[in-house]
């Protein structure tokens, strides 16, 4: 993108490169269908829920990935089939879960109540449903493992019992079938060897019990499209070579629930200086956007960044303290040591800002950023300001 373009849209804002989204959805897409001979991907909509995302996403065949009745809603919103849906998460509601069911959805069960909900369904047929599986990261890939988060309290853990309790809860219903396992677990390294165990953990566990998958659905949590990941064709190579030990590639159907890894790159937030002060040895340069816009988390150090100066030369100097627009003292989004000067005026455009930003951002002290989008040289203002 023009550094000129980044200097004309109302900041703080976002703006979407069409064609890098284009591209990483395309991207995973296509890596797993070119390995899969039945495959289907569905964004996460927790990712990121913009409308205009989740359009661009169905327009190229995705399916949406949805985790509460809201999301549901906001799918369906958005254009979505209720047969292109794939519906998770413990905030199901007893309404939407049946509805979903009903028509098709791939719904996949996540806690008891749902198993009782299953009575309800309509007796005359038989309904296919999926089943969260629990994964303990550092049982089944200590090198994977990130200490306090390893024991999940998602899904139903084969170890203790429960996932047979459902499995033998579903056999004992003549009007359901159990037809998936799901097995989405976000794993510190997002490596490969990680999706082989996790795959291998889970094939072997059906192998045991004489069952044969018509569906998996390893979830989400593949990095996005940088130099040194492994990229999305390498990730279906891992999951086909897993498969086919256990039975034929084509006999089973490959579900995937990509959210960073196709939205990430593809978002850049620009925000503008405001004021500088100089106190302590250092600059304070205020911008109008906040550290929460880009991570929500405070935990990312892996932005890339342009300045885009409002003109002129300015002098380099050693100390700038790049602070948000809060009145959160921590609200900083980086030091610049021996970098030109910033003034009033100059904008920032941090890279990568597409995943988890959006949902993570709180309306604390001012309302979201807008977004625009940027195609064929030309930005649109795809949100508006609430
Ligand atoms: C069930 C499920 N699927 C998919 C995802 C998407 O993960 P990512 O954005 O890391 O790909 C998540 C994220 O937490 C999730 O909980």
């Given amino acids: 993108m023009k550094t000129q373009l980044l200097r004309t849209p109302e900041t703080p804002c976002y703006v979407i490169d069409e064609a890098a989204l284009t591209c990483s959805l395309r991207s995973f897409a296509t890596a797993m269908s070119e390995l899969f001979p039945h495959s ?4 996460s909509v927790k990712t990121n829920p913009l409308p205009h995302l989740l359009t661009r996403a169905r327009e190229m065949g995705y399916l949406a990935e949805v985790v509460s009745a809201d999301e549901y809603e906001l799918a369906l919103r958005c254009g979505f089939a209720k047969n292109r849906i794939v519906y998770n998460g413990p905030l199901k509601s007893r309404d939407t879960f049946l509805d979903a ?11 008891f109540r749902e198993v009782g909900w299953l009575a309800s369904l309509d007796h005359r047929r038989v309904h296919p449903v999926g089943v969260r599986l629990n994964v303990n990261v550092s049982a089944i890939s200590p090198d994977d493992q990130n200490h306090d988060e390893d024991m ?5 853990s084969a170890e203790s019992g429960e996932l047979d309790a459902v499995l033998a809860a579903i056999g004992e219903m003549p009007h359901v079938r159990f037809e998936r396992l799901h097995l989405h677990r976000n794993s510190r390294t997002r490596s490969r060897r990680f999706y082989e165990r996790l795959l291998d953990y889970a ?8 069952i044969t998958l018509r569906q998996i659905d390893v979830g989400g949590g593949f990095h996005s499209m940088l130099p040194a990941h492994p990229t999305h064709r390498q990730y279906a190579e891992t999951l086909a070579r897993v498969v086919t030990r256990y039975q034929p590639i084509d006999t089973l159907t ?3 629930e ?9 978002f850049t937030f620009v925000t503008q200086v405001i004021d500088v002060k100089h106190h302590d040895g250092a600059c ?10 880009v991570d929500p988390l405070f935990r990312r150090n892996d932005h890339t960044m342009r300045i885009v100066s409002s003109g002129g030369t300015a002098p380099v100097v050693e100390r700038q303290i790049v602070g948000g627009c809060t009145c959160l003292e921590f609200d900083r989004l980086m030091e610049l040591r021996h970098q030109p000067a910033l003034r009033p005026g100059d904008r920032l455009a941090l890279s990568h800002a597409g995943a988890y930003t959006l949902t993570l951002t709180p309306l604390f ?10 195609y064929n040289g030309q930005l649109t203002r795809v949100s508006n300001r609430y």
Avoid at 258 to 266: F, I, M
């Fill in 40 to 43: 289907v991907a569905a964004l």
């Fill in 101 to 111: 069911i009903e028509h098709g959805a791939l719904v996949n069960l996540e806690t």
């Fill in 152 to 156: 999940s309290r998602f899904g139903f």
């Fill in 203 to 210: 094939l072997g566990l059906m192998q045991a019990r004489g």
């Fill in 254 to 256: 490959l579900i995937t």
């Fill in 258 to 266: 990509p959210g960073n890894a196709v939205v990430n790159t593809s």
């Fill in 284 to 293: 304070f340069v205020t911008v109008d956007g906040s550290r929460i816009d």
């Fill in 365 to 374: 002290t001012r309302h979201w950023p807008a977004v625009y989008s940027y």
